[in-house]
């Protein structure tokens, strides 16, 4: 060591190492090899296994088990059967469960630090002042919501057994994240943590069976991606909750299809970081450090594509260009460390191959000049100018410390350039002005924006993504949301699925006598428009008659209808009063029309009694929603001090909602009306084998000051029009109401959009299961807008 | 080992000239944008990502007593008093804690900082050390006696012998904005400063918005400060590290548009040895190694010397260290 004189003279930091003591005796303690959580025991190491090794040295720090599927089945097993007396205890028994964990983690809080920076490579000044005490306020933060759960959630009760699958990048955090709401619901897990980062969700299991959590609530399975699809596929979860990339999210939507597995996914992105002329700069240059080369840039909500205004470019790089300069990167346990390992070689590669591609097409790269140690995987902090959105290194998410700047003219062009992407994660905004950072928060399309900050977490605040950022949300209230069902929904019981002619364009053997012909046509931008085949099909009243004809709409009626819906944008933005009004007006020309409507519905087979129901049950449905567009408002969650946290409910934008055949009047009104209610454009498919209930709403909907293309209205197969929505990747959410469930969830998969498909028939005239806030939540998604103020 | 190396200039770096100053250029300021959470989360971030141990740690610290102005400042400092506080000055460490640290002389402090009275005392018995003796002066603490008083406070202190001035700034014209009234003030001291090096006070917690401390920060440079310093001792909330990151990133600002360089000095509410730490690395970090040298950077204390001292017994003897054990100042 130099001496004091020396340093006198340079300077220099040194090194600060933080002690390993106590992890590597834990470790050599597991030598012979970790083997599974599995109801309540660690199982004897596997016969296949694998090394996980220290990212910033290479060496080899453990020996654990390869995940069968015996040993999902095993754990998936004893979840189950932990479930039954697990999901009964009180919310107060749970809660004290909870408690318990929370306090140990925070015993605990070093050693699990040292754990994860060795397994993981972040610098320990971010596992011990970030990952770990994030782990352990979530903890305590459910440990409330399982306290509460009764009085908050009343109706509810846990999904069941939880498939949960985490990345490598947080490792502890998102087993907290995952695991304490689900037990908090009153759920049992079965989790999978990442294949390079699995130790700290070992010692994880240790604390669950310290703390007498009882045997099989919590189940841990270690493995790769084989061990990963193993749970994703057994028969025995109820739910899958997944954080990772994109593209093994759309796997998981895919596989689950159809299995009536409640799914969230938390995926990919690629996060504006939007710098406006009236910005603190110096504020946002340390921004860009906490977003991108904080660890190692490995975080989907990475702010990687770096938006500054035009005049202040030039400054802001200077700044930006001389703050990445003064970073130190090295040994992740030193505690003078910025930034550390990446977690494996391969993601190295993937890195160097992006950035010689950035490079390649013209990129320019500046990058610090830190000297790297020779032994692990290293990348110096990188930045990319001279860059385009068409670039490559613009648009594909890194996963590395590279963030790619480019400029922007207007606060206009910045939201049009943020939005240019397939992703909707997260969005930062530097700017003192309140009107351009509340007004670039509200256009920007993503779950979480930070304004004048950026890479904030707390546990009360939801946490998700737009678009193919994946769907549910993590933390908080709408967290807990994604571990609960209505109690009603479990008696419910499958449709049974008749096999139905196709719907027929020729001429009906017999005809019900009227009085003037009518035909329905499709309803597309606030106009009746003729359907793209040309053919109409005969719809059969109760008595075997033909009673009317309907259009059969094909995929170019779809695209027609959501290319109308999606230029209705005005809508979204539409006061909620100005949405309540409408929804009123309906009901006030439907009930005009309600001895119309009460003979159509008989005409389909309704007794005159149903029939006047079904109207009347309609109307107040229609009151219902008109009542609550300006009041199923968002929350201002407490997170930090003198922060507002502001979780807005935004609408989807263009929904496709395909409606049950049972009901043919209500079901369309209680599916439709909370969409739009909440601001969403719909494209609804009424039930093909009852259409005229709906297409009878045109005359309602143009003289109620219905904005064109809000509603539109496209009649024909229910599945061949119901997959075309799926895919169509304009709409960015679903609901259907049939037995094609399978269809429509794997057909969703392309753009990921959120889906509510259901085959099995409730009871629409039921005020519990026809309405409530669950068609309110599932017509919204939710914004988390970070705001902190001080002067 | 009583050998000094001469304050102010470390042999590996060229002297800092003095700054000449600028006309008032509003246009360097008068928009700037400084976000307090921001701010606020920089700071709490500087002493979690930088650790130093060991050997480092106490040739930090070392450097923290060779930046420090031992200071009193209290009404019933006498020609005794000075006297003794100088002669920690000259003496900070116990000879056992110098040549256990393994240094080739007895480090010294910065200056010494006392009231324009006590100049002549303390110029006498430091007479012979080339610690300078920085003097207080412009009506400090409130800075609201009329100019001339003011000014001739300074050419009083500077005739008395005193090196370096620390005046302080008249709130009131950064509280009304009113940059040119401030200006000509601080030029106007600067010019009674003569040859004496000017540290400019700008009673940060009186100013309280960060806009205000980088606006009179600016101001003050423009009007010829040597150095920026946070605060008299006196105000209800002394020298943070928020307000230190916004007047140390001014200074670069500065430096950036003029080529100049600007010292810093916190003052005020720095007591222990982790403060010393703490605002190093906000000066390595945010201005590089330079400002690590007590031509660009000072500390203005009175007891953190204790500290220090302690912290370096119990590295030099690996035993924790009383109190009691250190000189009296």
């Given at each position: 060591?130099?001496?004091?004189?020396?340093?006198?003279?340079?300077?220099?930091?040194?090194?600060?190492?933080?002690?390993?003591?106590?992890?590597?005796?834990?470790?050599?303690?597991?030598?012979?090899?970790?083997?599974?959580?599995?109801?309540?025991?660690?199982?004897?190491?596997?016969?296949k296994g694998f090394d996980v090794s220290n990212p910033a040295n290479g060496q080899k720090l453990a020996r654990i088990s390869l995940g069968t599927a015996a040993d999902i089945d095993a754990a998936v097993k004893a979840a189950r059967k932990a479930f039954g007396s697990w999901s009964k205890l009180s919310g107060h028994e749970r809660a004290k469960h909870l408690y318990a964990i929370a306090r140990i983690i925070q015993k605990r809080e070093r050693f699990l630090s040292v754990l994860e920076t060795m397994d993981n490579g972040k610098p320990i000044r971010e596992s011990r002042d970030i990952d770990i005490p994030l782990v352990a306020r979530h903890f305590y933060h459910h440990a409330g919501w399982a306290e509460l759960i009764a009085d908050e959630f009343p109706g509810h009760q846990p999904v069941g057994v939880c498939g949960q699958i985490i990345p490598w990048n947080f490792p502890l955090l998102m087993l907290a994240w995952k695991i304490a709401p689900a037990l908090a619901a009153g759920n049992t897990v079965v989790l999978k943590p990442a294949e390079f980062?699995?130790?700290?969700?070992?010692?994880?299991?240790?604390?669950?069976?310290?703390?007498?959590?009882?045997?099989?609530?919590?189940?841990?399975?270690?493995?790769?991606?084989?061990?990963?699809?193993?749970?994703?596929?057994?028969?025995?979860?109820?739910?899958?909750?997944?954080?990772?990339?994109?593209?093994?999210?759309?796997?998981?939507?895919?596989?689950?299809?159809?299995?009536?597995?409640?799914?969230?996914?938390?995926?990919?992105?690629?996060s504006p970081f939007i710098v406006h002329e009236d910005a603190d700069l110096d504020a946002a240059v340390e921004g860009v450090v906490d977003a991108i080369w904080f660890n190692q840039g490995q975080v989907c909500c990475a702010g990687s594509r770096i938006l500054v205004q035009e005049g202040i470019a030039p400054r802001f790089l200077t700044k930006l260009r001389r703050r990445m300069q003064s970073?130190?990167?090295?040994?992740?346990?030193?505690?003078?460390?910025?930034?550390?390992?990446?977690?494996?070689?391969?993601?190295?590669?993937?890195?160097?191959?992006?950035?010689?591609?950035?490079?390649?097409e013209g990129g320019t790269l500046l990058q610090a000049s830190c000297e790297l140690p020779t032994a692990g995987n290293w990348f110096a902090p990188a930045i990319f100018t001279d860059v385009e959105p068409s670039s490559t290194v613009m648009d594909v998410e890194i996963f590395g410390p590279v963030a790619a700047v480019?400029?922007?003219?207007?606060?206009?062009?910045?939201?049009?350039?943020?939005?240019?992407?397939?992703?909707?994660?997260?969005?930062?905004?530097?700017?003192?002005?309140?009107?351009?950072?509340?007004?670039?928060?509200?256009?920007?399309?993503?779950?979480?924006?930070?304004?004048?900050?950026?890479?904030?977490?707390?546990?009360?605040?939801?946490?998700?993504?737009?678009?193919?950022?994946?769907?549910?949300?993590?933390?908080?209230?709408?967290?807990?949301?994604?571990?609960?069902?209505?109690?009603?929904?479990?008696?419910?019981?499958?449709?049974?699925?008749?096999?139905?002619?196709?719907?027929?364009?020729?001429?009906?053997?017999s005809v019900e006598a009227s009085a003037i012909d009518r035909t329905a046509k499709l309803y597309i931008g606030g106009k009746q428009a003729r359907p793209d085949s040309g053919y109409s099909y005969s719809v059969y009243g109760a008595k075997g008659k033909a009673i009317g004809q309907a259009g059969l709409g094909n995929r170019k009626d779809i695209r027609n209808a959501v290319e109308a819906a999606a230029k209705a944008s005005?809508?979204?933005?539409?006061?909620?009063?100005?949405?309540?009004?409408?929804?009123?007006?309906?009901?006030?020309?439907?009930?005009?029309?309600?001895?119309?409507?009460?003979?159509?519905?008989?005409?389909?087979?309704?007794?005159?009694?149903?029939?006047?129901?079904e109207v009347e049950a309609s109307l107040a449905r229609i009151f219902w929603y008109a009542a609550q567009?300006?009041?199923?408002?968002?929350?201002?969650?407490?997170?930090?001090?003198?922060?507002?946290?502001?979780a807005m409910n935004e609408p989807w934008g263009v929904m496709g909602v395909v409606c049950p055949d049972e009901m043919p009047l209500l079901g369309f009104v209680s599916l439709v009306m909370p969409a739009i209610a909440m601001g969403n454009r719909v494209v609804a498919v009424p039930s093909p084998r009852a259409p005229l209930a709906a297409t009878d709403l045109y005359q309602v909907f143009d003289t109620s000051d219905v904005p064109g293309g809000v509603v539109n209205i496209v009649t024909g197969e229910r599945d061949e029009l119901a997959k075309t929505l799926a895919e169509h990747d304009e709409v960015a959410a679903l609901w259907y109401f049939g037995v094609g469930v399978k269809m429509v969830e794997a057909a969703s998969a392309g753009n990921l959009k959120a889906t509510w498909a259901s085959a099995k028939p409730r009871d629409w005239l039921s005020r519990t299961q026809g309405q409530g806030a669950e068609y309110l939540r599932r017509a919204v998604q939710v914004k988390n807008i970070w705001v902190p103020y001080g002067e | 080992m009583n050998e000094l190396r001469p304050v102010g200039a470390a042999s590996r770096f060229a002297p800092v000239a003095r700054n000449p100053g600028t006309p008032l250029t509003l246009d360097w300021f008068e928009d700037v944008q400084v976000n307090l959470s921001a701010a606020e989360r920089r700071a709490a971030s500087i002493p979690a990502r930088r650790s130093?141990?060991?050997?480092?740690?106490?040739?930090?610290?070392?450097?923290?007593?060779?930046?420090?102005?031992?200071?009193?400042?209290?009404?019933?400092?006498?020609?005794?008093?000075?006297?003794?506080?100088?002669?920690?000055?000259?003496?900070?460490?116990?000879?056992?804690?110098?040549?256990?640290?393994?240094?080739?002389a007895m480090p010294t402090v910065g200056a010494v900082c006392v009231y324009p009275a006590?100049?002549?005392?303390?110029?006498?018995?430091?007479?012979?050390?080339?610690?300078?003796?920085?003097?207080?002066?412009?009506?400090?603490?409130?800075?609201?006696?009329?100019?001339?008083?003011?000014?001739?406070?300074?050419?009083?202190?500077?005739?008395?012998?005193?090196?370096?001035?620390?005046?302080?700034?008249?709130?009131?014209?950064?509280?009304?904005?009113?940059?040119?009234?401030?200006?000509?003030?601080?030029?106007?001291?600067?010019?009674?400063?003569?040859?004496?090096?000017?540290?400019?006070?700008?009673?940060?917690?009186?100013?309280?918005?960060?806009?205000?401390?980088?606006?009179?920060?600016?101001?003050?440079?423009?009007?010829?400060?040597?150095?920026?310093?946070?605060?008299?001792g006196k105000e209800d909330v002394n020298a943070t590290l928020p307000v230190s990151l916004t007047m140390v990133r001014a200074l670069r600002d500065y430096g950036e548009l003029t080529g100049h360089q600007i010292g810093f000095k916190p003052a005020g509410g720095l007591k222990t040895a982790k403060d010393a730490m703490n605002w190093l690395i906000l000066m390595k970090e945010e201005l590089g190694r330079r400002w690590l040298e007590p031509d660009l950077f000072r500390i203005g204390a009175s007891s953190m010397l204790g500290d220090i001292e302690r912290q370096l017994e119990h590295h030099v003897t690996g035993r924790y260290a009383a109190s009691s054990h250190q000189p009296l100042a």
């Open positions: 060591m130099p001496s004091v004189s020396d340093i006198l003279d340079t300077m220099d930091y040194g090194t600060a190492p933080e002690s390993s003591t106590h992890a590597v005796a834990w470790l050599n303690e597991h030598e012979a090899g970790f083997g599974h959580f599995i109801n309540g025991a660690f199982t004897k190491p596997g016969a980062t699995p130790l700290t969700a070992l010692a994880f299991a240790e604390i669950c069976r310290e703390a007498g959590l009882p045997p099989g609530v919590v189940n841990i399975v270690t493995g790769d991606g084989a061990t990963g699809a193993a749970l994703v596929e057994h028969a025995g979860v109820d739910k899958i909750a997944f954080t990772g990339s994109t593209e093994v999210g759309r796997l998981i939507r895919k596989a689950t299809a159809g299995t009536g597995k409640k799914l969230s996914l938390e995926l990919g992105g690629k970073l130190r990167v090295g040994d992740p346990l030193d505690k003078s460390i910025d930034m550390g390992a990446i977690i494996d070689p391969v993601q190295l590669t993937r890195i160097t191959e992006l950035v010689e591609k950035g490079k390649q480019m400029t922007f003219r207007t606060p206009e062009e910045a939201v049009q350039i943020a939005n240019h992407t397939r992703y909707g994660l997260a969005a930062t905004v530097w700017s003192e002005n309140i009107n351009v950072a509340l007004d670039t928060a509200a256009r920007v399309k993503a779950g979480v924006v930070w304004i004048n900050s950026t890479n904030l977490f707390d546990a009360a605040a939801g946490f998700g993504g737009y678009r193919e950022s994946g769907f549910g949300r993590e933390g908080g209230r709408e967290g807990m949301s994604e571990y609960l069902v209505p109690s009603w929904e479990a008696a419910l019981k499958p449709a049974v699925a008749a096999k139905a002619a196709p719907l027929s364009a020729l001429p009906p053997d005005g809508w979204s933005s539409a006061t909620a009063h100005n949405r309540a009004q409408v929804l009123y007006y309906i009901a006030e020309n439907l009930s005009a029309r309600a001895e119309e409507f009460t003979a159509r519905l008989r005409q389909m087979g309704a007794s005159a009694k149903e029939a006047k129901a567009a300006d009041k199923y408002d968002g929350r201002v969650h407490n997170t930090k001090s003198r922060h507002v946290t502001l | 130093v141990k060991k050997n480092y740690q106490a040739a930090w610290l070392v450097k923290a007593l060779q930046c420090i102005d031992l200071t009193s400042l209290a009404g019933d400092d006498t020609p005794g008093r000075v006297q003794r506080l100088c002669a920690k000055a000259k003496r900070p460490l116990r000879e056992d804690i110098v040549k256990g640290l393994g240094l080739a006590m100049v002549a005392p303390a110029v006498k018995a430091l007479e012979g050390s080339s610690i300078p003796v920085a003097s207080v002066a412009t009506g400090f603490p409130a800075g609201l006696t009329p100019l001339p008083q003011r000014l001739a406070e300074i050419r009083y202190a500077v005739e008395q012998g005193a090196h370096e001035i620390d005046i302080v700034i008249h709130r009131a014209q950064v509280l009304l904005q009113d940059w040119a009234a401030l200006y000509d003030e601080v030029a106007a001291m600067r010019e009674a400063c003569g040859e004496a090096h000017m540290k400019a006070i700008l009673a940060t917690g009186d100013l309280k918005t960060l806009r205000n401390v980088y606006k009179a920060s600016m101001v003050a440079m423009q009007a010829g400060a040597d150095f920026i310093k946070t605060s008299t």
